[in-house]
Nanobody, 115 residues
Framework: QVQLVESGGGLVQPGGSLRLSCAAS????????MAWYRQTPGKQRELVAT???????YYADSVKGRFTISRDNAKNTVYLQMNSLKPEDTAVYYC?????????WGQGTQVTVSS
């Protein structure tokens, strides 16, 4: 069982920045395939970015060039640095860990981009 706890969400003006963190329980974090998703009311959860155990990275086109995913295996933590935020980035952001055939989710953190 893996527990994930997100933090770092909040209210920011357009063009601003936020950094989300996701702390994972357990001692075998290194190989975990980690990802950030986001969801707005009435829409399906959308993949934002992924980072594998070997630090291969994928970004959705909508965030490429603005968001950066990274991980610190010593701290069992994955980050999402979000720059140049737009109102359409407003969503609940969820951390996901893929461990073998199992997927684990955090509770989500709200990001609101508004003036």
């Amino acid at each position: 069982q893996v527990q994930l706890v997100e933090s770092g969400g909040g209210l920011v003006q357009p063009g601003g920045s936020l950094r989300l963190s996701c702390a994972a329980s357990g001692s075998a974090f290194g190989p975990y395939h980690m990802a950030w998703y986001r969801q707005t009311p009435g829409k399906q959860r959308e993949l934002v970015a992924t980072i594998t155990g070997s630090s291969s990275i994928y970004y959705a086109d909508s965030v490429k060039g603005r968001f950066t995913i990274s991980r610190d295996n010593a701290k069992n933590t994955v980050y999402l640095q979000m720059n140049s935020l737009k109102p359409e980035d407003t969503a609940v952001y969820y951390c996901n860990a893929a461990v073998g055939l199992n997927h684990y989710w955090g509770q989500g953190t709200q990001v609101t981009v508004s003036s």
